[in-house]
Every structure is written in C-alpha cells, then in structure tokens.
C-alpha cells in the first residue's frame, strides 16, 4: 500500500513538473534585462525580456517582441538550451505514457508484474533525464544572459522551468527507488486469483458426510 502511494505520488508530480517544463519552452520570459535601474529602463523603454525564441521591450502600454530566426547568428547558450528544454518537452510524452500503464487502475490482460516493474523503472528514469535538462538549461541560460547584458530580475518562464524540473526529479527518484519491486507489481494480481479460487476450496472442504455416502 505504501509502495501504491508512493509510485503515485511521484507521477502526480512528475506530471505537474513535465506541465511546467512545457510552459518555460513555449514562452520567453526567462530573465529582464535592463542597462540602469527599471524606472529609468520604462521612462527610456529599455526594459527587455529575454527569452529562448524572442528578445521583448516592455515599454508603457507596449509590449513588442522580435523573433529569433537566425539560428546561424544566435549565441551558443541560446541554441543549446533549447535544445534541452525541447528534449526535455519530448522525453516526458513516452515517460507519462508508460508511468500511466503501470498506475494500479491500469490492467493490461495477464501481464506478469515483472513487465509493469521494468516500465515504470523506464519512466522514472525518462523523467528523471527530462529534469536534468530542465536544470541545466535553466541555470545556464540566465548565467551566460547576464555576461552579454544587466539582467534585473527572472521571469516567471525561469521560475516555471525551475519548479517543473525539481518536481520532475523528485517524482524519478520516488518511482525509481521508492515504488516498490517486481514482486509488488504482481500483489494485486495474485490477491484476486487467490481470491477467486478460494471458495471452491472453501466447499470441496465442506462436503456433509451424507452426500459423500451417497
């Protein structure tokens, strides 16, 4: 029972990290540059927001972002992070879809306990490589941002991409090391067919002498 909460408790979280993980992606505001203080940044509308796909002036009532295309003149950080962030985004759909087999509601005809055990340790370790690169291209990123300019705060995109990757290491390592074995997976199963089988025991052992002289 405890191993069944445990494995739970770390897709749930897994799930909700994975949902954040997304999120950073697709958005762009990971840190706000400015060169002085944000006052003066809004008056002279110089507060940026720099982001893996757009680099964005917030001004008054303004709030105009330029794409970056150019992969040929972008920085390195730049590109190697999204590569991560978009890795980290593909990892989690087959590490969702094969933590949602092995939930406990979930029962694929006669499959051996072993078999929901080696996918549910196959997931975990999915979203547990999804979340290192969440973290290392959310701390590398606003690193190399503040070499090339002032960064004065991150955005809720870095908070977001931070929070979903500490979710998606927690729930890997609960489903990796504190869900339970084989043997656990199989449980249930063997309780039923136990189960099902024990009345008819429970009758042949009850036969009346009667009936068995006649």
Known sequence: MVATCLHLAGFVCSFIGWIGVVVATATNDWVVTCGYTITTCRKMDELGSKGLWADCVMATGLYHCKPLVDILILPGYVQACRALMIAAS????????????????????????????????????????????????????????????????????????WIGSALCLFGGCVIVCCSGDAQTFGENRFYYASGSSSPTHAKSAHVSPDYRRV
């Open 90 to 161: 593909v990892l989690g759909l087959p590490a969702i879809f094969l933590l949602i087999t092995v939930l406990p509601c979930i029962r694929m005809g006669h499959e051996p306990g072993a078999a929901k055990y080696r996918r549910s340790q196959l997931g975990g370790i999915l979203i547990i490589l999804l979340a290192m690169c969440g973290v290392v291209a959310t701390i590398w990123f606003p690193v190399c941002a503040h070499r090339e300019t002032t960064i004065m705060s991150f955005g809720y995109s870095l908070y977001t991409g």
